[in-house]
């Protein structure tokens, strides 16, 4: 595992991307982590010296480049922050890892990956993995509407077959990738496999399809993290008769044994202090904002100059 807190330098951003108001892409110099990263792995990142470590996919690597990518969705305070600062140029302060079981993408002949929302990104290396190791890839992706759309020619590059889902049919077939995974085993006997990556509530309608027919289906569990190397047992799972920890033994796990109502509950369990968070940072934002700039600058002139002869004495 590669651990550098990037000093003063940091770990430079060299792209960045929006694909909507909340999903954006960052692509990162770290030339060690680009060499070692796997399918299905995450890093731990922290934005500045004073921010929160949170686990992310490596949603991409370029060996070549020295590069990976990471894509994220701003949903709380860290996030948001980091949507708002993370620009080009910029650096991050900590990027750990490659961390978490890279996938196993050897043996099967024929896999479907699944990518729901988001986690279209993170199942990317995933096709790509099966794709490089001979199998034939069907990659049914889904977003709530046409205009949330990415990576779709990424897919389409490394992907035998593709099936665009969309909840409101503005693009591909109407519906959720759980219907498309339905479509792709009526048409296909002989998966030996199936991802799914995405909510919970998404995998678990995956699984669900797949269970009848016993297809192999992992799911790649995000839970909540602290430390990511099973120190802290924040990530506890509950797999068949079993509890893992989702930064050591996955984060890919046999989607018909997960426990994903306990999953659900457990990441609700900071909520309170999620939104304190988010409801302190917004409120900084604001304070900033509102400042005049001509009054801070006068401020800071006032603070610089030599005090009067009469306070010297
Ligand atoms: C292995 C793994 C890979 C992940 N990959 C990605 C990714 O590629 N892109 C992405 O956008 N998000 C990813 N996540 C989720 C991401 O870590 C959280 O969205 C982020 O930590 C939220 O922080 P916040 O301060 O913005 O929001 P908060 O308001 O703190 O939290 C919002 C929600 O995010 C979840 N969350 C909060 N803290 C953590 C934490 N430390 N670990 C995990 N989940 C948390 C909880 O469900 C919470 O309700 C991944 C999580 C894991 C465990
Ligand atoms: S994050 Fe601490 S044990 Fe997994």
Redesign the pocket.
Known sequence: MLHADGGSAGFEIIAREDFSDVTYLLEIRHPLMAKAAKPGQ?VIVMSHEHG?R????I?DFDREKGTVT????A??????EMQQNCKVGSTLYALVGPM?LPSVTGSAKKVVCVGGG?GV??IFPQARGFKESGAHVIGILGFRTKKLIFWQEKFAACCDELILCTDDGSAGIKGFVSDGLKLAIEKHRDIDEVIAIGPPVMMKACVEVTRPRAIKTLVSL?????DGTGMCGGCRVRVGDQVKF?CVDG?DFDGHKVDFDDLVMR??RY?EE?KA??ERWSEACRMRSVVDPASLATLASLAARPPEPSARR
């Open positions: 995450f929160e949170i686990p992310l996919t949603a990471l894509v994220i969705q949903v709380g305070k860290t996030t948001r978490g988001l990104a993170p995000n839970p909540i993290m602290v989702a984060p990441l609700k909520a999620e968070a988010m």
